[in-house]
Structure formats: C-alpha cells, structure tokens
C-alpha cells in the first residue's frame, strides 16, 4: 500500500462548473452552509464571470468547493474499499484553512464562516491602498533582497521554486517590480487577487482573524496537516492556529512542502480543486529532480465523475 496526500487547492481555479462533480452528493449540505455566508446567493455568484474572483467571494468558494469534492469523494470510497489515511494534508494559500476541515480540526460550516472571515479581515488592509499580486518566473536564481531592493511594499509571498515566485505589494509598487522583472528577462503574469497575501501588509489582518479562530469549537487533526510557512507537519490545535496567522503575513514555502512531501515517500497525491495548478506543480517539480519513485498526480477536476476519482485513488493506493 502506497503512502497518499491530500492537496487542498488556493485561489485561482473558480469555475462555473467547481461543484458539478460533488452536487449529487453535497448539494443540501453546501446550500445549508452557504445560507450563513454574507455574500451573493451561490447560483448568482457563479452565473458572474468576475464576482468568483473577487476575494470576499474567492475565499470561501474555494474552501467550500474542496470540501465538497472531499466529502463527495468519501462517500463514493465506501463503495470501493477501506483506504488507509492520508500520510500528508497541505492547503496553499487560503487551502491551508480548508485542510483543516479535511483534517476534521473543524466542521464544514466553521471553515466556511472562517474563511469569509478571513477575506473580510484581509479586504480591510486594502482600504488606504490597492494591492496586487503577480506570478513571476525569473532568468536565473536570486535573492528576493537583489529583486525587490528598494520596493519597500514588494515582497515575496509564496516561494514555488527557486525562479517561480508569487509576489505581493501595493499596486504603484508593483509597477516597478514589472518593469524589473521584465528588464532582466523574466515573465509576469498579474493574479486575480487584490490583497497583499503573506506579506507585511496584511498585519492588520491577524487580530481579527485570530479572534475568529478563537470563536469555533477546535479539535486535534485526524490527519497529519503540513504549515506552509514552514514545510513540517503538525496535528495540535495551537500550532495550527498559529501557522494560519503566521501565513497571513509571512512568505509560503511551497517549494519545500512539495520536497518535503516527495522526501516522506509519497507516491500517490490527488488535488481537491477547484483547478488543477497544485498537481501541475508538483508534478513538474518531480520530474525537474529526476525523483526515482513513481508519482501519480491528479486532481479531482481532471474526472468525470466522482466514481472515477475513488476508483483511481483505489487502484493507485492499492496497486
């Protein structure tokens, strides 16, 4: 039997179609949570080709959507077989929150309400100034100092290899940092998401969510979840409150949670969604160190029925 991991999908991936493989088995659950969100009702929301981009909108989508997928997905593995747990739970960006709900840390709805918390707290950093966010693939390998020197609202948000940068900063500021990435021959492609995530700007964020933490009934992991801020695995309740506060305002390690993960001898990895850039990731990130073991990767949105994930992961695990 295989060792697994679970990839809980960050902004990015919204669809109109982002529930269509969990609506016949999630779908009263979803309207019952999505009920206490204070936000557009679900069908208007994704009929909109902007709105799911939006960060008070993105932010639970993206948990709610995942967690579909995964509950989908247990129920249609009881008619397969009694897998083993997940070795490894890693969320990117806000999936970090969803892991936890994965992880069974929180129920469902708690992680829903959580997470349009968490957007809420993140919106209100932005009032004095917009933020942007960019990917970012430089010719070379270099310190995030030698880029960003001098760009004293630019930082380095997510790390997903030594040249594949995300980074964050005040919108005038990252203007610049366009014209210098480009100048050294580099690519930059803008993200659809207005906040300067895990970076300094996004100070004013931690109390609020931190009190929200406070507010929801917490229990230990059933899964080992992975921080991102650091790569190492953790299941107590308060070194997971204290890696999602952490991230809020420091840069992700998403290079070294796909090393570490590929180092534990995990074989078989399937990604929640919405989207698929995570599986991408780490797949090229396999195949880029010449890794002698055998990995599969996929991500739930590369199927066409549920049925078909569980049978998969089934025969991947067990094969």
């Known amino acids: 039997m295989k060792q697994w991991a679970l990839l809980c999908s960050g902004q990015g991936g919204q669809d109109?179609?982002?529930f269509a493989l969990s609506a016949p088995y999630t779908s009263?659950?979803?309207?019952?949570?999505?009920?206490?969100m204070p936000v557009l009702d679900l069908p208007t929301l994704l009929a909109d080709p902007h709105l799911p981009f939006l960060n008070r909108y993105a932010q639970p989508l993206?948990?709610?959507?995942?967690?579909?997928?995964?509950l989908a997905l247990q129920q249609c593995l009881k008619t397969v077989a009694n897998l083993a747990a997940?070795?490894?739970?890693?969320?990117?960006?806000?999936?970090?929150?969803?892991?936890c709900a994965v992880a069974e840390?929180?129920?469902?709805a708690a992680c829903l309400q959580l997470a349009g918390q968490r957007a809420a707290s993140m919106d209100q950093c932005t009032v004095a100034s917009p933020h942007t966010m960019a990917a970012i693939t430089l010719p070379q390998v270099m310190s995030a100092s030698a880029l960003l020197e001098g760009l004293n609202t630019v930082e380095v948000a997510i790390y997903n290899g030594e040249c594949n940068w995300v980074i964050a900063g005040e919108a005038e500021a990252m203007i610049a940092a366009k014209a210098r990435v480009l100048a050294l021959g580099g690519s930059w492609q803008e993200l659809a998401v207005t906040v300067g995530s895990h970076t300094p700007l996004m100070a004013g964020a931690r109390p609020a969510f931190a009190q929200a933490m406070q507010a929801q009934t917490?229990?230990?992991?059933r899964y080992p979840l992975m921080a991102g801020?650091?790569?190492q695995l953790q299941t107590s309740v308060v070194s997971v409150q204290t890696a999602l506060q952490q991230q809020l305002t420091t840069s992700i390690q998403w290079a070294q949670c796909m090393d570490s993960m590929l180092e534990r001898g995990i074989e078989v990895?399937?990604?929640?969604?919405?989207?698929?850039?995570?599986s991408r990731m780490l797949q090229a990130r396999h195949t880029a160190q010449a890794q002698s073991a055998h990995l599969s990767v996929r991500a739930i949105g590369q199927f066409r029925s549920m049925p078909a994930v569980a049978a998969w992961l089934h025969r991947e695990i067990e094969g």
């Open 218 to 221: 917490w229990e230990p992991a």
């Open 16 to 18: 109109a179609k982002m």
């Open 62 to 70: 993206v948990v709610a959507a995942s967690l579909c997928n995964w």
């Open 86 to 99: 997940p070795s490894v739970v890693a969320g990117y960006s806000i999936g970090e929150l969803t892991a």
């Open 105 to 108: 840390m929180l129920s469902p």
């Open 229 to 231: 801020v650091s790569a």
């Open 28 to 36: 009263s659950l979803l309207q019952q949570w999505w009920q206490g």
């Open 269 to 278: 990895v399937l990604e929640l969604g919405p989207g698929a850039g995570l």
